[in-house]
């Protein structure tokens, strides 16, 4: 929120956890049969409307969501993996490897021997004419939509909200040290069933087609040769955590107040982010994890976790990679985003005569 306003901007900046560059190290090659390998299950909940749109579309015609070929809503593979790299890359942390050359690529991995934790797990394409690549040891599949969680798209509601480009040039409210920071768009409960209304005057400019909230889409996750670490990593940015307690300072219109917010973390997908839309939540619904040596050496079966056994094993994994992490820097991406569904704020852009209104324009937005 900017300061001294009662009303909370859609965005704030997050810090990366350590300073730019990140750590860099050898991977490990996929001729060498070593780390754990398997497969998880999962599967995605629209927490408010979601939209991954086809972009085949004119100009000025519905944005409906993403289908495959047989008509089915889909969520590529792709998506779900640029959603997980970009969270790793504030916490892990890692490259920002499809920024701006000029500000935060610059610390984009370049070198196929040297890569960010980031690059490591998911992979590694090389800038320039360089041809450097690395392939990545996880795999990520379309996620298709649950049928019986959503009604038939031909009745998913039409939504007319207002969208715009960022504008960085606004000093007052984007950092200065661009790669020391992430932009993360709250969560907007209030929004689960219609996107946030444009300011007064604005009139809408776009129509979109999302899949309601309760959707759920089914996706697998493959993985080969993993280090232990990489999975905690790995399980942690799928699932997150669950019932955090938080509190941020609001504004009252007189004095700061103390807003405490209780939930699960949740990301943010699709179009839509500022308006409230987009919020989702993974749960691994069963996994099958071995270490591939022991499994052709010796003959070890690789196991299959379901229920309280995968529960408590996907605990462990998160205990460890929580471990590594340092409080201050895990406190701020907690309050960016926990899912409250009983949030008070009132989340929307200043309006055109505040950006013009030289006591109102200068006001910084608060830190995560």
């Not at 939209?51 to 000025?60: K, M, P, T």
């Not at 050359?101 to 797990?121: H, I």
């Not at 309050?335 to 006591?359: C, I, K, L």
Request: net charge positive; aromatic share 8%; glycine share 8%.
């Amino acid at each position: 929120m900017p300061e001294k306003e009662k009303f909370w901007n859609p965005y704030r900046f997050v810090p990366v956890s350590a300073p730019s560059p990140p750590p860099r190290s050898a991977p490990t090659y996929h001729h060498r049969l070593t780390g754990l390998s398997g497969t998880l299950e999962c599967r995605l909940t629209a927490k408010t409307a979601l939209l991954v749109a086809d972009q085949r579309g004119g100009q000025g015609s519905v944005r409906a969501f993403w289908k495959a070929n047989d008509g089915t809503p889909t969520i590529p593979g792709t998506s779900l993996k640029g959603m997980l790299r970009s969270f790793l890359e504030i916490v892990a942390p890692g490259c920002a490897i499809v920024a701006d050359e000029k500000a935060e690529g610059k610390n984009a991995c370049r070198d196929p021997r040297a890569l960010c934790p980031v690059c490591a797990l998911f992979g590694f394409v090389g800038h320039g004419n360089t041809g450097a690549l690395y392939r990545g040891h996880v795999t990520i599949g379309d996620a298709r939509l649950v049928a019986e969680t959503a009604p038939p798209p031909a009745k998913w509601e039409q939504r007319e909200i207002y969208m715009a480009t960022p504008h960085p040039t606004h000093k007052a409210f984007y950092p200065g040290d661009a790669g020391s920071f992430r932009k993360l768009y709250h969560h907007q409960p209030k929004c689960m069933s219609k996107p946030a209304a444009p300011n007064a005057g604005i009139k809408p400019n776009a129509t979109l087609q999302p899949a309601p909230a309760g959707a759920a889409f089914d996706f697998s996750i493959r993985f080969v040769g993993l280090a232990p670490e990489q999975l905690a990593m790995m399980l942690y940015a799928v699932v997150l955590e669950r019932d955090v307690a938080t509190s941020v300072t609001g504004w009252n219109g007189t004095r700061e107040e103390t807003i405490r917010l209780r939930g699960d973390l949740c990301h943010k997908l699709g179009h839509g982010k500022p308006v409230g839309l987009g919020s989702c939540q993974i749960a691994i619904q069963s996994s099958i994890v071995g270490d591939g040596a022991e499994r052709y050496r010796r003959g070890v079966p690789r196991q299959d976790l379901r229920g309280a056994e995968l529960d408590a094993w996907h605990a462990e994994q998160a205990a460890r990679f929580r471990a590594t992490r340092s409080p201050t820097f895990d406190a701020a991406l907690r309050r960016m985003m926990v899912f409250d569904e009983s949030d008070p704020r009132d989340f929307r852009y200043p309006t055109f005569q505040w950006f013009h209104d030289g006591a109102t324009s200068s006001r910084r937005l608060k830190p995560a």
